[in-house]
Protein backbone atom coordinates (compact mmCIF):
# COMPACT_ATOMS: atom_id res chain seq x y z
CA UNK A 1 0.00 0.00 0.00
CA UNK A 2 1.17 3.62 -0.10
CA UNK A 3 3.10 5.00 2.35
CA UNK A 4 2.84 8.94 3.83
CA UNK A 5 5.43 10.26 5.45
CA UNK A 6 5.59 13.60 6.87
CA UNK A 7 8.04 16.18 8.62
CA UNK A 8 8.24 17.94 10.97
CA UNK A 9 6.51 15.73 14.03
CA UNK A 10 6.11 19.07 16.03
CA UNK A 11 6.43 22.48 14.84
CA UNK A 12 6.53 25.34 17.37
CA UNK A 13 5.78 29.02 15.57
CA UNK A 14 5.04 33.09 16.81
CA UNK A 15 1.63 33.89 16.51
CA UNK A 16 1.83 35.73 12.75
CA UNK A 17 4.25 33.72 11.79
CA UNK A 18 4.88 30.81 9.02
CA UNK A 19 4.48 27.37 9.35
CA UNK A 20 4.66 24.59 6.69
CA UNK A 21 4.21 20.81 6.83
CA UNK A 22 5.87 18.78 4.11
CA UNK A 23 4.88 14.94 3.22
CA UNK A 24 6.08 12.67 0.85
CA UNK A 25 4.09 9.53 -0.83
CA UNK A 26 5.45 6.09 -2.36
CA UNK A 27 2.91 5.40 -4.93
CA UNK A 28 2.88 7.19 -8.08
CA UNK A 29 -0.77 5.88 -8.70
CA UNK A 30 -2.22 8.38 -5.67
CA UNK A 31 -3.82 11.79 -6.95
CA UNK A 32 -5.49 13.36 -4.46
CA UNK A 33 -4.10 14.76 -1.54
CA UNK A 34 -6.28 16.26 1.47
CA UNK A 35 -4.73 17.39 4.41
CA UNK A 36 -6.56 17.23 7.59
CA UNK A 37 -6.53 19.48 10.59
CA UNK A 38 -7.01 17.27 14.64
CA UNK A 39 -8.17 19.27 17.38
CA UNK A 40 -7.51 17.80 20.84
CA UNK A 41 -10.35 15.17 21.33
CA UNK A 42 -11.81 15.95 18.15
CA UNK A 43 -11.97 14.52 14.91
CA UNK A 44 -10.20 14.59 11.93
CA UNK A 45 -11.17 17.45 10.17
CA UNK A 46 -10.79 18.49 6.17
CA UNK A 47 -9.23 21.87 5.75
CA UNK A 48 -7.37 21.81 2.11
CA UNK A 49 -7.30 19.38 -0.84
CA UNK A 50 -5.25 19.12 -4.00
CA UNK A 51 -5.63 17.07 -7.37
CA UNK A 52 -2.72 15.62 -8.91
CA UNK A 53 -3.36 17.98 -11.99
CA UNK A 54 -2.84 21.02 -10.24
CA UNK A 55 0.71 22.37 -8.81
CA UNK A 56 -0.59 24.86 -6.11
CA UNK A 57 -4.14 26.12 -4.31
CA UNK A 58 -4.87 28.60 -1.55
CA UNK A 59 -7.92 29.17 0.64
CA UNK A 60 -7.48 32.21 2.35
CA UNK A 61 -4.29 31.51 5.13
CA UNK A 62 -4.05 28.29 3.69
CA UNK A 63 -2.11 26.79 0.33
CA UNK A 64 -1.01 23.46 -0.49
CA UNK A 65 1.79 22.63 -2.96
CA UNK A 66 2.52 19.36 -4.71
CA UNK A 67 5.29 18.24 -6.79
CA UNK A 68 3.72 14.81 -8.57
CA UNK A 69 7.26 14.16 -10.05
CA UNK A 70 9.44 14.08 -6.79
CA UNK A 71 6.17 12.55 -5.42
CA UNK A 72 5.97 15.12 -2.16
CA UNK A 73 3.10 17.74 -1.36
CA UNK A 74 3.39 20.97 1.55
CA UNK A 75 1.11 23.22 3.44
CA UNK A 76 1.57 26.42 4.21
CA UNK A 77 -0.49 28.55 6.85
CA UNK A 78 0.82 31.98 7.04
CA UNK A 79 0.03 34.42 9.34
CA UNK A 80 -0.96 32.17 12.48
CA UNK A 81 -3.30 32.82 14.80
CA UNK A 82 -3.15 30.80 18.58
CA UNK A 83 -6.15 28.84 17.14
CA UNK A 84 -4.40 26.78 14.38
CA UNK A 85 -2.85 24.95 17.44
CA UNK A 86 -3.70 21.47 16.20
CA UNK A 87 -2.12 17.83 14.46
CA UNK A 88 -2.35 18.26 10.92
CA UNK A 89 -2.47 15.21 9.01
CA UNK A 90 -1.28 14.86 4.89
CA UNK A 91 -2.78 12.39 3.18
CA UNK A 92 -2.85 10.52 -0.44
CA UNK A 93 -5.13 9.07 -1.89
CA UNK A 94 -6.34 6.97 -5.27
CA UNK A 95 -9.65 8.94 -6.36
CA UNK A 96 -10.11 5.17 -8.12
CA UNK A 97 -10.05 2.83 -5.57
CA UNK A 98 -10.96 5.32 -2.96
CA UNK A 99 -8.61 5.12 -0.55
CA UNK A 100 -7.26 7.18 1.76
CA UNK A 101 -3.62 6.92 3.77
CA UNK A 102 -2.34 9.47 6.43
CA UNK A 103 0.97 10.58 7.59
CA UNK A 104 2.15 10.24 11.03
CA UNK A 105 0.75 13.75 12.22
CA UNK A 106 2.66 17.49 13.04
CA UNK A 107 1.84 18.90 16.09
CA UNK A 108 1.92 22.59 15.43
CA UNK A 109 1.87 25.02 18.30
CA UNK A 110 1.47 28.57 17.87
CA UNK A 111 2.71 30.60 20.60
CA UNK A 112 0.80 33.73 21.56
CA UNK B 1 -26.45 16.13 7.29
CA UNK B 2 -25.94 13.97 9.75
CA UNK B 3 -22.52 12.97 11.03
CA UNK B 4 -20.91 9.39 10.92
CA UNK B 5 -21.93 8.52 14.68
CA UNK B 6 -19.37 5.86 16.79
CA UNK B 7 -20.32 3.59 19.72
CA UNK B 8 -19.26 3.22 22.52
CA UNK B 9 -17.13 6.63 23.13
CA UNK B 10 -14.68 4.40 25.65
CA UNK B 11 -14.23 1.23 26.64
CA UNK B 12 -11.71 0.18 28.87
CA UNK B 13 -11.33 -4.21 29.06
CA UNK B 14 -9.06 -6.50 30.43
CA UNK B 15 -6.56 -8.16 28.20
CA UNK B 16 -7.59 -11.12 26.38
CA UNK B 17 -11.30 -9.88 26.48
CA UNK B 18 -13.33 -9.29 23.49
CA UNK B 19 -15.00 -5.58 22.71
CA UNK B 20 -16.87 -4.48 19.39
CA UNK B 21 -17.25 -1.16 18.43
CA UNK B 22 -20.17 -0.27 15.82
CA UNK B 23 -20.16 2.90 13.10
CA UNK B 24 -23.21 4.10 11.06
CA UNK B 25 -21.87 5.82 8.42
CA UNK B 26 -23.49 8.70 6.46
CA UNK B 27 -26.29 8.02 4.50
CA UNK B 28 -25.52 6.93 0.93
CA UNK B 29 -21.78 6.55 1.43
CA UNK B 30 -20.66 4.12 -0.18
CA UNK B 31 -17.07 3.47 1.34
CA UNK B 32 -15.84 3.12 5.39
CA UNK B 33 -13.03 2.72 6.70
CA UNK B 34 -11.96 1.87 10.48
CA UNK B 35 -8.88 3.49 11.36
CA UNK B 36 -6.52 2.53 14.51
CA UNK B 37 -4.94 6.07 15.94
CA UNK B 38 -2.38 5.07 19.17
CA UNK B 39 -1.74 7.98 20.55
CA UNK B 40 0.64 10.63 19.31
CA UNK B 41 0.30 8.80 15.62
CA UNK B 42 -1.59 9.13 12.63
CA UNK B 43 -4.48 7.53 11.54
CA UNK B 44 -3.53 3.77 10.31
CA UNK B 45 -6.26 2.06 7.69
CA UNK B 46 -7.31 -1.32 9.60
CA UNK B 47 -9.88 -2.31 6.53
CA UNK B 48 -11.92 0.00 4.03
CA UNK B 49 -15.45 -1.32 2.99
CA UNK B 50 -16.75 -0.77 -0.32
CA UNK B 51 -20.57 -1.15 -0.14
CA UNK B 52 -20.47 -4.69 2.14
CA UNK B 53 -17.42 -5.68 0.16
CA UNK B 54 -13.66 -5.35 1.63
CA UNK B 55 -11.45 -3.73 -0.47
CA UNK B 56 -8.53 -3.63 1.48
CA UNK B 57 -7.61 -5.42 4.85
CA UNK B 58 -3.93 -5.91 4.20
CA UNK B 59 -3.07 -3.88 7.73
CA UNK B 60 -6.04 -5.81 9.76
CA UNK B 61 -4.23 -8.70 12.57
CA UNK B 62 -6.70 -10.83 10.85
CA UNK B 63 -5.78 -13.10 14.12
CA UNK B 64 -7.60 -10.97 16.43
CA UNK B 65 -9.32 -8.53 14.38
CA UNK B 66 -12.47 -9.22 12.55
CA UNK B 67 -15.05 -6.49 10.74
CA UNK B 68 -17.90 -6.49 8.62
CA UNK B 69 -20.50 -4.46 6.88
CA UNK B 70 -23.99 -5.65 6.82
CA UNK B 71 -25.79 -4.48 4.12
CA UNK B 72 -23.72 -1.99 3.10
CA UNK B 73 -24.59 0.13 5.71
CA UNK B 74 -23.37 0.07 9.82
CA UNK B 75 -20.29 -1.76 10.20
CA UNK B 76 -18.55 -3.34 13.71
CA UNK B 77 -15.37 -4.13 14.28
CA UNK B 78 -14.13 -6.64 17.03
CA UNK B 79 -11.20 -7.24 18.82
CA UNK B 80 -11.11 -10.73 20.47
CA UNK B 81 -8.73 -11.50 22.40
CA UNK B 82 -7.60 -7.86 23.36
CA UNK B 83 -3.56 -7.05 23.79
CA UNK B 84 -2.37 -4.44 25.18
CA UNK B 85 -0.87 -2.87 22.30
CA UNK B 86 -4.48 -2.69 21.08
CA UNK B 87 -5.11 0.48 23.38
CA UNK B 88 -5.43 3.39 20.91
CA UNK B 89 -8.52 5.18 19.44
CA UNK B 90 -10.89 3.35 16.84
CA UNK B 91 -11.73 5.97 14.10
CA UNK B 92 -14.68 5.38 11.50
CA UNK B 93 -14.91 6.91 9.00
CA UNK B 94 -17.44 7.38 4.96
CA UNK B 95 -16.69 8.72 1.97
CA UNK B 96 -19.15 9.07 -1.91
CA UNK B 97 -16.10 9.25 -3.46
CA UNK B 98 -13.14 10.77 -3.05
CA UNK B 99 -11.77 14.06 -5.11
CA UNK B 100 -11.67 17.71 -5.19
CA UNK B 101 -14.40 19.20 -3.07
CA UNK B 102 -15.70 15.92 -1.75
CA UNK B 103 -14.57 14.60 1.34
CA UNK B 104 -13.69 11.62 3.90
CA UNK B 105 -15.86 12.08 7.31
CA UNK B 106 -14.71 11.14 10.32
CA UNK B 107 -16.85 9.84 13.53
CA UNK B 108 -15.70 10.70 16.88
CA UNK B 109 -14.06 7.98 17.74
CA UNK B 110 -13.92 5.19 20.45
CA UNK B 111 -10.97 4.96 22.72
CA UNK B 112 -10.12 1.71 24.19
CA UNK B 113 -8.41 1.24 26.75
CA UNK B 114 -6.92 -2.37 27.32
CA UNK B 115 -5.76 -2.74 31.01
Known amino acids: GENVEQHPSTLSVQEGDSAVIKCTYS??????FPWYKQELGKRPQLIID?????GEKKDQRIAVTLNKTAKHFSLHITETQPEDSAVYFC???????????FGTGTRLTVIP | EAGVAQSPRYKIIEKRQSVAFWCNPI?????LYWYQQILGQGPKLLIQ????????DSQLPKDRFSAERLKGVDSTLKIQPAKLEDSAVYLC?????????????FGQGTRLTVV
Open chain 1, 91 to 101: AACQTGANNLF
Open chain 2, 49 to 56: FQNNGVVD
Open chain 2, 93 to 105: ASSAYLGENTEAF
Open chain 2, 27 to 31: SGHAT
Open chain 1, 27 to 32: DSASNY
Open chain 1, 50 to 54: IRSNV
